[in-house]
C-alpha cells in the first residue's frame, strides 16, 4: 500500500487525532528525508510495533549551522514516499519551511534550548544545533503525538538530547533507538553518503575499523584505558588517507557523555567518532563489543 502523502503538518496533525480517536496506537518515524535502508529498518519497525506509522520529511533549517550544507543536503520526496511505503508507512508528512517557521529565513522567536548535552562533541562543532533538532522535533511530537517516536542511534547524541527533551516536557510518548544499519564493509548508513566521491568513500570505512579495533583491544585487554582507546581510534581512522580530518574519536559514559579516564567498562561506555571525509560530516559509534562481523552494533 503506498503511504498518504501530506504536505503540511497540520493535516497530519488531524489524521493522528483521528486515528487516536479510533484507539489506533502511532509509531511515528521523524527523517530529513533521502530515506535508505536504514530508515527502512525503523520504519519497519514502527510497523511492527504500532497500528499505524507516520513518516516525516522534512529538511530542517534551524540544525544547519553552515547554509551551504543545507542546499547540498540530498532531497527525493518521490523516492523517499516509495521506500517509507515499502517498509510500511502509512502517512508520510513533507511540511512546508514556512509552515514550521513562519518568519525563515528570520529564526523562530521561541526555541527549544537543551542545555550542556547541547554544548559537547556535535553541539561544540555545530553551535546550535541540538537546539534546532530539539526544536523540531518538540513541533512534530507535539502534532503527531504519537504513541512511540523512533531514532536511530547513529546520532547517538541526538537519541540523547531527544530523550531529554522529551522527559523534561514531559511529552507522553516513548523514545525507541533503534540499531545502526551498516554496509558490506561497515560503514553507518547516512543519508550523507551519496555525497562520497568513490575516493571518499573508502576512505570512509576507516571509521567502523576504528571501532573495530577498539573491540578488538577491549577483548584482549578488558582493562585497556580509554586513553588508549581513544588514540586506536584516532590513528585508525586517519589511516583512511588524506581525504579524511577527524574531529573527534573519544570514549564517553553512554548516559552523561561524560569523557572516560582510566579503564573502560563494558556495561556504560560508548566509543564516539565524527570526521570529515571528502568534505562530508560523517558519525559513528558503537560499544565497546563491537564487530565488522556484525551488522549491527547496539546498546542498552
Known amino acids: ?63 544547519f549551522g553552515d547554509p551551504s550544507d543545507l542546499e547540498r543536503y540530498p532531497r527525493d520526496l518521490d523516492g523517499d514516499v516509495a521506500l517509507a511505503s515499502a517498509f510500511g508507512a502509512t502517512v508520510v508528512c513533507a511540511p512546508q519551511v514556512h509552515e514550521l517557521y513562519p518568519t525563515w529565513p528570520e529564526p523562530p522567536a521561541t526555541m527549544v534550548t537543551v542545555g550542556p548535552l547541547a554544548d559537547i562533541f556535535e553541539g561544540a562543532s555545530r553551535p546550535g544545533h541540538f537546539n534546532g533538532v530539539a526544536t523540531i522535533v518538540t513541533k512534530l511530537h507535539n502534532a503527531v503525538r504519537p504513541t ?9 547524541q541526538q537519541l540523547a538530547v531527544i530523550g531529554q527533551v522529551t522527559a523534561d516536557l514531559w511529552n507522553d510518548m516513548e523514545i525507541v533507538g533503534c540499531p545502526i544499519k551498516r554496509e558490506p564493509d561497515g560503514l553507518a548508513m547516512s543519508s550523507r553518503n551519496v555525497r562520497l ?36 581510534m584516532a590513528s585508525t581512522v586517519l589511516a583512511g588517507g588524506d581525504l579524511v580530518t577527524l574531529d573527534y574519536a573519544v570514549v564517553v559514559d553512554a548516559s552523561t557523555f561524560a569523557r572516560v579516564t582510566g579503564p573502560v567498562d563494558q556495561a556504560t561506555m560508548r566509543c564516539l567518532i565524527t570526521a570529515i571525509v571528502g568534505g562530508v ?20
Open 148 to 156: 512511540r517516536a523512533y531514532y536511530g542511534e547513529k546520532d547517538f
Open 197 to 232: 566521491s568513490p575516493e571518499a568513500r573508502l576512505a570512509a570505512a576507516s571509521l567502523s575499523k576504528a571501532l573495530h579495533a577498539v573491540g578488538l583491544a577491549f577483548r584482549e585487554d578488558p582493562q585497556v584505558s580509554a586513553e588508549t582507546l581513544n588514540d586506536l
Open 281 to 300: 560530516r560523517l558519525l559513528d559509534n558503537a560499544d565497546l563489543t563491537f564487530t565488522l562481523a556484525d551488522e549491527t552494533s547496539t546498546t542498552s
Open 1 to 63: 500500500m503506498v503511504a498518504a502523502v501530506h504536505h503540511s503538518l497540520a493535516e497530519t496533525g488531524a489524521a493522528c487525532t483521528a486515528f487516536r480517536q479510533q484507539g489506533l496506537s502511532i509509531g511515528f518515524v521523524p527523517t530529513m528525508g533521502a530515506l535508505h535502508a536504514g530508515h527502512g529498518s525503523l520504519i519497519a519497525r514502527a510497523a511492527a510495533e504500532n497500528d499505524v506509522v507516520v513518516v516525516s520529511d522534512f529538511v530542517n533549517p534551524l540544525q
